[in-house]
């Protein structure tokens, strides 16, 4: 019978478990159950104090098995957790249960919400009770040099973080220079995060950066530590460039919404611009129509071109064309207060810090925000004419216009499905790389990390800020040198039959056949080997294996048993 | 059958539907206690054997919910969970379980309101529904 010794900690979460679930019953049924179980409560496990006590409990009372009764793991745990592993307890010989959101907030009866709160805790003790303590968690990183794809203000400002941490990064980019879309901005656009703007100099000239311009990537295998490249020969070059990373930042940003493909909106005429060209002059500080390079007297902005449109565009909004449209109207105002601006919109919307600043300063400015749709923009006798609504008014706008300036969204950038393919990251409902533990990390488990409007649209501050912490995060990971594996599928050999099947249905391709060379008979036989730096422990190979042999670590077939059998 | 308070297990992905019951909490909705979650890391992990196992030791249903078709997090697993259950549960009616007894359920992270739907429905279909046979004929 199993002796090991299993400490219960109940955290009332400053007192918010204890209404629905009565803790003193709780505390005393779990006493009850058997000796090997020590009870303790605490009001936050996961603050200072609590993870002290945590982990004087588990010293003082030679705890070797812990539980946890507090809110969703799905939460938390990441910062429990912490206190568990530093106790030298394994990361498979503790659980924390949601008592929080799975019984104190969803039931009101107290004794019925007491004792589905005991049976959700004594699961919890039934599935540490059989575990087995893991030989070996932690994991060399071997290489530790950083592919950065992209080579916009992202992927550069990764990669000069990631350099003064003594790291050496390869950028790929697929243009033929560094410095994406950010290139096109006007410095009034830049000014608000000037400092933290990346000089492509610093990058071109620093030892440890590798810059790789017209390229793209052709194809990435392995993991953590321990990736091989492989790069399409650059434009008038054979040679497919390959090299060896331990970790990825995924800074391909965005693309911009091809406005040709709402025809009303006329971009086919020169004097329709799309907001990045409109950038480009007040980046040269002169404002003319292209038709006839004349100061335009009228301009009208179309907000939503291509954004929040299910029909012709795209369903999402593009977060940052509002901002941006009201700075470029204020910015042609400071240039010449006399040319009239008018803002089309369907909605005016702000995720970011000063918007509402650069709201009120447009209208004092004298920028005329009307609230309606743009139905078309057309020639009549060789001027441009706009037709659109007013909805405040209920009236029909029909006016000249000397300029149009379009509010493209942003779309997915190209080749974003291959390295969804080749990395396995989900595609979100927009096609954009899904983030990651949002809540946490920036950098995954297999040390990869997507910064910037990879993941949607995102202003630049934000994208900045993404970049530099995820150059820390992976610096940190790096310098640390090696990595704690938090649950894998783990393969004995000895029983392995090498019949394959778990090799072509792992969705991570985690797992390849090895000769094995048995000692007695010297036969040599193939069995399946598992790469837990790629593994993500989804079970695939476990359900599959006709002999079950693949076990996952934090939840084996045992531990599911006992936990059935713990409920009922 | 008055009375009868039905035990239902549910095995839920930690990436959407276990967040989505959390959700429920975080939302206040109340469902019976009659339902008791284990989670587990993707529903492609769900062996049919858990659910055999469960329903031989005497729960009245199984409820099995992941992350909608094309957004499981490790890619394919929903869909190998969705073939496994279909066949569970012709096999499972030929032995005279009602195929009501195990249900899959995509639920993602942002319903909550689904799920705590979701439980209640199901506890009161097996309210009506009644205990598990195979609790009297095996004496469990």
């Known amino acids: 019978m199993n002796e090991n010794k299993i400490a219960v900690f109940i955290c009332t979460c400053n007192n918010q478990i204890g209404t629905n679930i009565d803790l003193d019953e709780l505390e005393s049924k779990l006493n009850s159950s058997s000796n090997n179980i020590t009870v303790k409560r605490h009001d936050s496990l996961c603050k200072q104090e609590g993870q002290k006590f945590l982990m004087d409990t588990v010293k003082d009372s030679e705890i070797d098995r812990v539980v946890i009764a507090a809110c969703t793991p799905r939460t938390y745990e990441e910062l429990i957790r912490k206190g568990v592993i530093e106790s030298g307890i394994g990361s498979n010989l503790y659980e924390q249960i949601g008592i929080r959101e799975q019984c104190e907030w969803v039931h009101t009866d107290k004794s019925k919400a007491t004792s589905k709160a005991v049976d959700l805790v004594n699961c919890g003790i039934a599935k540490v009770a059989i575990a087995e303590k893991l030989e070996d968690e932690e994991l060399p990183i071997k290489c530790k040099d950083v592919l950065i794809i992209g080579g916009g203000i992202a992927g550069m400002r990764a990669a000069l973080d990631l350099a003064t941490r003594g790291l050496h990064c390869f950028i790929v980019e697929r243009a033929s220079e560094l410095g994406g879309m950010a290139n096109k901005l006007s410095s009034n656009t830049l000014a608000e995060v000037k400092s933290e703007i990346p000089v492509i100099e610093d990058v071109m000239n620093n030892d440890n950066i590798e810059v790789i311009v017209g390229s793209e990537i052709n194809d990435i295998k392995g993991g953590l530590g321990n990736y091989s490249v492989s790069l399409k020969p650059q434009e008038g070059k054979n040679d497919e460039r390959q090299f060896e990373v331990g970790g990825i930042i995924i800074a391909t940003g965005t693309k911009l919404f091809e406005p040709a493909r709402i025809p009303e909106f006329g971009y086919h005429n020169s004097d329709v611009i799309t907001s990045l060209e409109l950038e480009e002059m007040l980046k040269i500080q002169s404002i003319t129509s292209p038709s006839n390079g004349t100061v335009p007297k009228r301009i009208n902005f179309i907000q939503c071109v291509g954004s929040r449109d299910d029909t012709k565009g795209n369903s999402y909004c593009s977060l940052v064309c509002c901002t941006y449209s009201l700075r470029q109207a204020l910015e042609i105002k400071a240039l010449n207060p006399n040319i009239q601006i008018y803002i089309h919109y369907m909605d005016l919307r702000g995720p970011y810090s000063g918007f509402e600043e650069l709201y009120r300063d447009a209208q004092d400015k004298g920028v005329q925000l009307i609230r309606g749709r743009v139905a078309e923009v057309q020639q009549v006798d060789g001027k441009m004419m706009l037709r659109a609504e007013n909805i405040d008014l209920e009236e029909l706008l029909e006016w000249y216009t000397d300029l149009v300036v379009l509010a493209v969204g942003q779309e997915p950038s190209e080749g974003n499905d291959k390295l969804s393919e080749l990395l396995y990251i989900p595609l979100d409902i927009d096609g954009f790389l899904g983030e990651y533990n949002y809540r946490w990390d920036i950098v995954d488990r297999r040390g990869i990390s997507i910064i910037g409007s990879a993941q949607g649209p995102r202003d630049l501050r934000h994208t900045l800020k993404d970049a530099t912490r995820a150059a820390t995060e992976l610096a940190e990971l790096f310098v640390k040198g090696s990595v704690t594996i938090d649950g894998y599928s783990h393969i004995d050999p000895n029983r392995c039959m090498g019949c394959g099947i778990c090799v072509a249905l792992c969705p991570y391709n985690a797992i390849t056949l090895k000769n094995l060379e048995d000692f007695e008979t010297e036969e040599v036989r193939q069995v399946s080997e598992v790469d837990i730096t790629v593994c993500q422990s989804c079970g695939a190979c476990a359900m599959s294996c006709p002999s079950n042999v693949p076990v996952l670590t934090k939840n084996t077939a045992d531990q599911i048993f006992t936990e059935i059998e713990a409920l009922i | ?140």
């Open chain 2, 1 to 140: 059958m008055a009375g009868f308070e039905p035990k239902i297990v549910g095995f839920l992905c930690n990436w959407c539907s276990y967040t989505g019951a959390d959700l429920a909490g975080v939302s206040r909705l109340q469902y019976p206690t009659n339902f008791i979650p284990i989670r587990v890391m993707c529903t492609g992990a769900v062996d049919p054997i858990y659910v055999v196992k469960t329903l031989l030791e005497g729960a009245d249903a199984v409820l099995i919910s992941g992350c909608h078709p094309g957004d499981c997090h490790y890619l394919s697993g929903n869909y190998k969970a969705r073939r496994r259950v279909a066949i569970l549960k012709k096999l499972l009616e030929a032995f005279g379980i009602d195929n009501k007894r195990v249900r899959l359920e995509w639920i993602s992270a942002s319903e909550g309101q689904k799920f705590a739907d979701t439980v209640n429905e199901m506890v009161k279909e097996i309210r009506d529904l009644g205990p598990n046979p195979i609790k009297e004929e095996w004496g469990v």
